[in-house]
């Protein structure tokens, strides 16, 4: 009796072994069949930001517009010229008026046929939602003249209102979609939006009735990787199939490891550190210049950039040609500065007035590595000069900056996306600005950036561009630091990833694995 | 045949020795260190251990020697300090509920079976992430996490204790309870504790590290252990040697101090070990 029980206990032991290996042999065959199909090619990319929500039109437009689902009437090319995109063509009729003519047959993700009245929708609901498509678009009306015509009227000229249509805040969504709490957004990308786990990852799938070339890949993955250094390990287990901003130091590691290839492109961002002009302390002019001289920016170049990436002198970098602001004047001395303001070195080296020691609470986030060791050559610069920096590491920074106190914060900004300067200096100088998050207020700057809006002609344009960065060199809201190159890294089967100058345009239709 | 107590006990010897060595070391450090542990030297980054570097530079060219030395002044120091710390919140109630039981200690030992059932590092990281990263708050967060821990301990201890004969005798004699606990029970509970506090100092040192290397304790330019190893996270790859050293020094710390209370432990007859 008792060796039978041995005996079954046996059999069922070697069943469940037998059959537990079975089933990871399944589940492991069917995942590589997967990649081999070609009807059924899957990639997954390492994203560092993920969105809050999936809503277009607030705060996480960009990131939907990473995922490669939605679309805007224009688009920006590699030269950053617009192109027709949802809108076939335009026409100017007078100096506020414009005609749009809209692409035939495209549907939205739900099915819904996108005309001109779904785009005067989708366009309303953007103004009504997010300051930053109303600061850049100006509309006073929207008209739909046929199925497939649309007359916007802008209240005032808006010279560059081809370009910021292509802004990700004017994103195009059957509102309907948007509304409901049930399903998800419906664009009309590539791509549709198949599951979302916030903080974790975005699944979108071929979307099979997309009115341009179908997407090659049958679904991609982004998985949301804030740290650097795990997108690069999830790169090298594979566990992703690409992923972006790959820290500097690393790319010797990939670049020897012959299943990878590093991708690097000049960018339109740059790093710079804030100054929070509502505090005390740095709301100070001459004290912030003291600050600015303190850091070593090509020290930073060299070494921890290791030459991807150059000095910057000013918010746009100096390929663009309203990137070349003159540099400033670099003979005055950290002591000229704060001595002019009344402050004197103690007995530790640090600056002090009327018992108070110049202290100050520097930001930085890890979601660009580079910026915290940025943070630490900086903090170290300025205790050599006398000021006391104290470094506090936030995972959300813009949540960071609006709440808590701070001095001054690690930042980085894509400051020409629309290949124009008039997007990044209205949202980010102008003073009524939700996104102005140095607090600075100057009224003359103000002025020049509203002549800015109104003027047509580029060589003009980009003439005021530069005199309004002199405005902010001189006032110093910020500290520009660098122009970095973009670092992506990819197995080399993966095919059309590549670093476009605008960030947002990394996942299109034309992504491929071919193993 | 009985071991002979007291006899020559090489661990005990050896976890003192590699205690009292790493002290020695963070008393010395201004004349150990063979660098400034904040200097900076970006032309010099990761380099790998030499003469002038022993142990290397880090992702900023810092002396990751010198900064070891120094770090032993902010991790050892720390764990013995939030040790301290603990004891004074735990030791009077753990005492008074294990003495006194009732009412008292059947309520305060559900509110700590509330706490033990959630692991411990996930309620520290929650008290930091409550109360914002940094030195203190890391401090605040481990002492709030781990004396309950203290009070389950001390507690039983006292339990054990107080059915004695000698305390039964001592109250009819007519001492005060306060004079009891003082006099009679707290001499007899004293060398376990010192014996499950030597273990603990490793664990808090290590939960220091944990906290740090998610970047929720220590803030930069301090040289701490912990945040050492979190800096040279992004490094390991092009450069092992950041992330071996703090390592190593967590590694060592940790061990003498088991190697010191495990040989005590031994020593005495109450058992230790973790509540």
């Known amino acids: ?515 | 045949m009985k071991k002979v107590p007291y006899s020559v006990d090489a661990g005990l010897i050896g976890g003192a020795g590699l205690l009292i060595f790493i002290c020695l070391a963070g008393v010395l450090a201004p004349w150990l260190a063979p660098h400034d542990p904040l200097a900076m030297d970006l032309s010099n980054r990761l380099s790998s251990p030499g003469w002038t570097y022993p142990f290397g530079t880090d992702h900023l060219g810092r002396c990751i020697l010198s900064r070891i030395i120094y770090g032993i002044r902010i991790s050892a120091v720390f764990a013995v300090l939030v040790m301290i710390c603990t004891f004074l919140i735990s030791l009077p109630v753990g005492l008074l509920t294990g003495y006194l039981r009732g009412r008292t200690d059947h309520l305060f030992m559900r509110f700590i079976d509330g706490m033990l059932a959630i692991p411990d590092i996930v309620l520290t990281i929650a008290i930091v992430g409550l109360l914002g990263p940094g030195f203190v708050n890391m401090a605040i967060a481990i002492i709030l996490v781990r004396w309950a821990n203290y009070v389950r301990f001390i507690r039983s201890l006292v339990l054990k204790v107080r059915k004695e004969d000698y305390i039964l005798s001592a109250r009819m004699s007519g001492n005060s309870h306060l004079r009891i606990m003082r006099r009679y029970i707290l001499p007899e509970i004293f060398s376990p504790l010192a014996v499950f506090g030597a273990l603990d100092t490793g664990k808090i040192v290590l939960a220091m590290a944990g906290l740090s290397f998610l970047g929720l304790g220590t803030q930069p330019p301090t040289p701490e252990w912990g945040i050492m190893l979190h800096d040279a996270a992004g490094y390991f790859q092009i450069a092992p040697h950041v992330m071996v050293f703090p390592g190593l020094a967590i590694m060592f710390f940790v061990f003498g101090c088991q190697l010191v209370s495990g040989r005590f432990s031994r020593r005495h007859t109450a058992a230790v070990k973790e509540v």
């Open chain 1, 1 to 515: 009796m008792k060796k039978n029980t041995h005996r079954e206990f046996t059999v069922v032991l070697w069943a469940v072994i037998a059959g537990f290996l079975l089933l990871t042999g399944c589940t492991g065959e069917s995942e590589e069949g997967s990649a081999h199909t070609a009807a059924d090619k899957k990639a997954v990319l390492a994203f560092p930001w993920s969105p809050a929500s999936l809503d277009p039109h607030g705060s996480d437009s960009w990131e939907m517009m990473r995922s490669g689902t939605a679309e805007t009437l224009v688009k920006l090319n590699e030269e950053l010229t617009p192109v027709p995109w949802l809108a076939k063509e335009w026409k100017q009729e007078n100096e506020n008026t414009w005609i749009f003519q809209l692409e035939e047959g495209v549907t939205f993700h739900n099915g819904n046929a996108m005309d001109a009245a779904s785009v005067k929708k989708s366009l309303l609901r953007s103004l009504k939602q997010g300051q930053t498509a109303k600061d850049l678009l100006q509309i006073e009306s929207i008209e739909v003249l046929s199925e497939n015509e649309l007359k916007i009227v802008t209240a005032k000229p808006n010279a560059a209102l081809i370009a910021h249509l292509a802004d990700p805040s004017t994103i195009i969504a059957d509102v309907a979609s948007l509304e409901g709490e049930a399903g998800y957004p419906a664009f009309t990308g590539a791509f549709q939006i198949k599951q979302f786990t916030r903080d974790e990852s975005l699944v979108a799938e071929r979307y099979k009735d997309y009115w341009g070339t179908p997407a090659l890949l049958s679904e991609i993955t982004i998985k949301f990787i804030p740290e650097g250094t795990t997108r690069l390990m999830a790169l090298q287990s594979g566990d992703v199939d690409a992923a972006t901003d790959i820290p500097i130091d690393n790319i010797a590691v990939l670049e020897k490891d012959e299943r990878f290839r590093v991708l690097t492109a000049p960018s339109l961002r740059t790093h710079m550190m804030l100054f929070n002009l509502n505090s005390p302390l740095v709301n100070n002019q001459n004290l912030r210049k003291a600050i600015d001289l303190s850091i070593p920016r090509a020290e930073i170049v060299d070494s921890i950039m290791a030459g991807y990436g150059t000095e910057a002198g000013g918010p746009f970098p100096e390929v663009l040609p309203f990137g070349k602001v003159e540099k400033k004047n670099q003979a005055e001395s950290v002591g000229k500065w704060m001595e002019e303001e009344g402050w004197q070195l103690n007995a530790d080296g640090i600056w002090e007035k009327q018992g108070r020691l110049f202290e100050v609470t520097m930001l930085t986030f890890p979601q660009r590595p580079e910026l915290t060791v940025m943070a630490e050559i900086i903090q170290n610069e300025l205790l050599e000069k006398g000021i006391k920096a104290e470094i506090r590491q936030v995972e959300n920074i813009d949540e960071a900056l609006a709440n808590d106190e701070w001095d001054l914060s690690m930042y980085s900004m894509l400051t020409a996306h629309t290949g124009d300067p008039q997007y990044f200096l209205n949202i980010f100088y102008q003073s009524d600005s939700a996104s102005n998050v140095s607090h600075y207020a100057s009224s003359s700057l103000d002025r020049l950036i509203d002549q800015l809006n109104q003027t047509v002609d580029s060589a003009k344009r980009n003439q005021l561009a530069l005199q309004i960065q002199e405005v902010i060199n001189t006032d110093l809201p910020q500290s520009f630091i660098v122009y970095p190159e973009t670092v992506f890294a990819a197995r080399k089967a993966v095919k059309g990833f590549t670093p476009h100058p605008i960030e947002y345009y990394y996942i299109h239709s034309q992504i491929d694995v071919n193993e």
